[in-house]
């Protein structure tokens, strides 16, 4: 007995030394003039939603640039240490750049520490010499599909599921919610908060609660498409966020905002492979091709379309902007006189940045 | 032939560390057969799990960053697990001690003062913090025997949703209120300079620093293995954990001891908590995609199990499976599934505790044998004398 355990040792032993022992036939030889570029998301690359669109960007940067580039991505990664060890792992094997794409990513600390990796984070407001900052009118899509919903909903009752009450979810509300009354005069937005990006069944119960308390149609500014799939179950039309994600609800399917990131991206990599790259705070636009209506489902009728479209061109040529006074809170006071347009940074709760009010016309409270 | 599984009589002691040490092995193992499945090469990737993790620049700080935790973490599940008191709340326990961490570090560093204070100050509370969510799965265990599992577990969701209400959701002293950016995303108040805990930096590796956390963790780990080995409140603990009928006929309070334990287990996950704020994040993180979305009270529960309750073995694993995690980050990518890391923990966590078995039986298998006639006439039992 003694021997076959002795036996069973030193094989169990051989083996450890067998795993650490073998040869480094398995490392890869980087491609010495690639442009390393990574991505860090704080989510699966396949939610169907926020970090996906992302993916999307980066296999375009991929598509475009080839051999030259090597890209990378990591997924489901906290804010903090974790981000912190990833940017190091990342910085060790040769990355010169990185997309977080995620608010909170990018601190200070962590730019200071890697002065020599490009740091580009998203929805952020950090800017140094190495990190730059990128988001994007979405607010301008969001409400051309509020108008979309508008259009859909027969009794003026519309519900919008969303995560957290931030002046980016607050105004991304307000937006839809003009769209939806532009299109259909007088009607409401009930909003119900899931304080999650992503929890589909948060999502779902949100949605449930939306309609049982009289909503017609459905839309979100959350990542996953759980509140479709449950607009599909019962026949009620969907607005979505973020990505196509029609596949998931077919009929209900309005359209959605959603965001190219792929363009943004491409021209932010050639900089710095050029060596043209400067820190910055960038805002997309429709123009430029960074956010854009999805394709529209069977529910939006042709007429519709051409409206929605014609409103597209007059945000597109600078004649029409949906942050324009006069607005009113939900308390009827005037917050934006008449004339006046939101600016994105300036004028504190009266900015894009800053907003923490809803508009006339959304039911629910911005504080959460 | 038969195989058969019976009690051991005696547990020798080299089973203390092959049990752990084949479990580990099993697990990779197991995991390899994965990664072979998803066509993956698994020597290789475990050569880089190991460079990743201990041998790359930096590696072995960032490993600490992730070991640390989770030697808290490891702490108060073994001391609480000993006793067969499953808490499995120290995540909660974790998130209260960064509150009331947090909360100490700011209102104290505010105030000026030496140096050590404010950092004494967040050990306090941070300590408090963990021990006093504890004691709610602990009381309604010890006076009314409801299962501390579920208490404790559910109980991490609401610390969690307290956590992102006071930072997401309220306008609460922990939350940063002043300037533009605390207006854009809701973010915690950083810490003064006086309350950020130091570390000790080695000049291996490119700069190798120890945060103060981690001697805590290992001062929490010799506390630990004294109490438990040379105290009588450790001893009566054990004897509880074996036998609770025996415990109380020697006489040992039971409720008094389920409730001194448990809050003795918050009291370090929550000391975790604190280490959290202090070493690494220096404000109270409130996001949930921040520290509510790592996991560390989960783990910990891999790594108590594995280091078999001893209070240095716990600490020894917390580093090992740091680095796991750390290497883990590394590892993943577009042809590398995320949640690989995860599975090898499970893996790890299944075998540790399917490996308890070995240590309390063996497997013997024996060849059944014909009986010869002489050796059965031999056998039969004599006739009785008449």
Partial sequence: MKRRKLALAVSLLALLALVFASAGAGRTVAHQAAFKVAWIYVGPHNDGGWSQAHDQGRLYVQKMLGSKVQTTYKENIAVGSQFNQTVASLAAQGYQMIFATSYGFVTPEIAAKYPNIKFEQATGTLVTKNVSEYFGRAEDTIFLSGMAAGYASKTGKIGDVLAFPIPEVVRHANAFALGAQYAHPGATVRVVWTHSWFNPAAEKKAAQSLVAAGVDVLGQNVDSPATGQYAESIGVPWVGYDSNAQKFAPKSWLTASVYNWGIYYLQRVKAAMAGTWKPGFYYGTINDGYTKLAPYGPGVSQANQEKIAAVEKKIENGTFYEFTGPLYDQSGKLRVANGVKMDVLKGGTNSLYGMNWFVKGVIGSPKG | ?386
């Fill in chain 2, 1 to 386: 032939m038969r195989i058969s599984v019976e009690q051991r009589l005696r547990r020798p002691r080299w089973l203390m560390f092959a049990v752990p040490l084949g479990s580990v092995v099993f697990a990779f193992l197991v995991a390899a057969i994965v990664l072979v499945a998803t066509g993956h090469d698994p020597v290789s990737t475990y050569r880089q799990l190991f460079d990743a993790a201990f041998l790359q620049r930096q590696s072995v700080d960032q490993t600490l960053i992730v070991a640390t935790p989770l030697a808290f973490m490891g702490l108060a599940a073994a001391a609480a697990f000993r006793m067969k008191l499953y808490n499995i709340g120290a995540e909660g326990q974790m998130y209260l001690g960064a509150i009331t961490g947090a909360a100490a570090g700011l209102y104290v560093g505010g105030r000026g003062g030496p140096a050590p204070l404010p950092i004494a100050a967040m050990v306090v509370a941070g300590m408090l913090g963990g021990l006093a969510w504890a004691l709610i799965p602990g009381i309604l265990r010890a006076f009314f025997k409801t299962n501390e599992i579920l208490t404790s577990l559910l109980l991490n969701y609401v610390a969690g949703l307290l956590l992102t209400y006071l930072i997401f959701e309220s306008q609460s002293y922990w939350r940063q209120t002043k300037g533009f950016n605390a207006s854009v995303f809701p973010t915690g108040k950083q810490l003064p300079h006086s309350a950020v805990w130091p570390g000790w930096t080695l000049h291996v590796q490119g700069g190798t620093t120890i945060p103060l956390g981690a001697f805590f963790a290992v001062g929490a780990a010799a506390v630990l293995w004294i109490l438990y080995r040379l105290t009588r409140f450790g001893f009566e603990a054990t004897v509880l954990g074996d036998s609770p009928r025996a415990a109380r006929y020697a006489g040992v309070r039971i409720r008094r001891k389920i409730v001194a334990v448990m809050a003795l287990s918050g009291s370090i996950a929550g000391l975790g908590g604190a280490s959290q704020v202090g070493d690494f994040s220096h404000a109270l993180d409130g996001d949930p995609n921040g520290l509510q979305k790592v996991g560390y009270g989960y783990t910990g529960i891999v790594v108590a199990a594995l280091g078999r309750y001893n209070p240095f073995s716990v600490v020894l694993i917390a580093f090992l499976l740091g680095g796991l995690e750390n290497a883990g980050n590394t590892l993943q990518g577009p042809g590398f599934p995320a949640g690989l890391v995860g599975v090898i923990q499970g893996i790890i966590l299944f075998s540790a505790l399917g490996g308890e078995i070995l240590t309390r039986h063996r497997v013997r298998i024996t060849r059944r044998t014909k009986p010869t006639k002489a050796a059965a006439s031999a056998t039969r039992s004599p006739e009785p004398a008449t």
